[in-house]
């Protein structure tokens, strides 16, 4: 089991500490495009990532610009999957492991708010209304940020509360 080549929703940052088990990662910079990765939508099971498209990038003619990390997780360690990195993940036996994902004021601030935005309107704007009660620093960013799509959440949510 596994998951296929993704990037993290929302342009989140995640940790994942393995229990038990082991899990084999392969990480992409963030620059590396997704056709020759095969990160497509729906994503290819990782078991037949690894069969399809490993030998190609780990061969002597790929790009060093987009040359992969790889990992081998053991129980007690943690990895960071810093956001917009494409990953996939193949755990190599019963696998138990902890996930998290977080939003970051460091980062892509700006790119995590129109994804938020654009995904899921209803929870920007309740995340704006906390940021401004909770961290009115990091609301300040996140207007001065992306101004047009928060506003844009405003409104939306505004518009949807009225019907």
Do not use: C
């Amino acid at each position: 089991s596994g998951t296929g080549l993704h990037i993290d929703p929302l342009w989140t940052n995640a940790w994942v500490t393995v229990l038990q088990g082991s899990k084999r990662w392969v990480l992409f910079p963030p620059a590396t495009p997704p056709e020759p990765i095969g990160m497509q939508d729906p994503q290819v099971p990782s078991s037949i990532w690894f069969s399809q498209f490993y030998a190609k990038v780990k061969s002597p003619e790929w790009p060093n610009q987009w040359k992969p990390v790889e990992i081998l997780q053991k129980p007690g360690e943690t990895v960071f999957v810093p956001s917009g990195w494409p990953h996939l993940v193949l755990n190599l036996e019963l696998t138990v492991a902890v996930t998290h994902n977080y939003a970051s004021e460091f980062g892509p601030f700006s790119r995590m708010l129109h994804e938020v935005q654009s995904e899921e309107p209803a929870f920007a704007k309740e995340w704006l209304d906390t940021l401004t009660r909770e961290r009115p620093d990091v609301a300040l960013l996140a207007r001065q940020s992306n101004p047009i799509a928060m506003d844009s959440a405003l409104k939306e949510s505004a518009d949807s509360s009225i019907e």
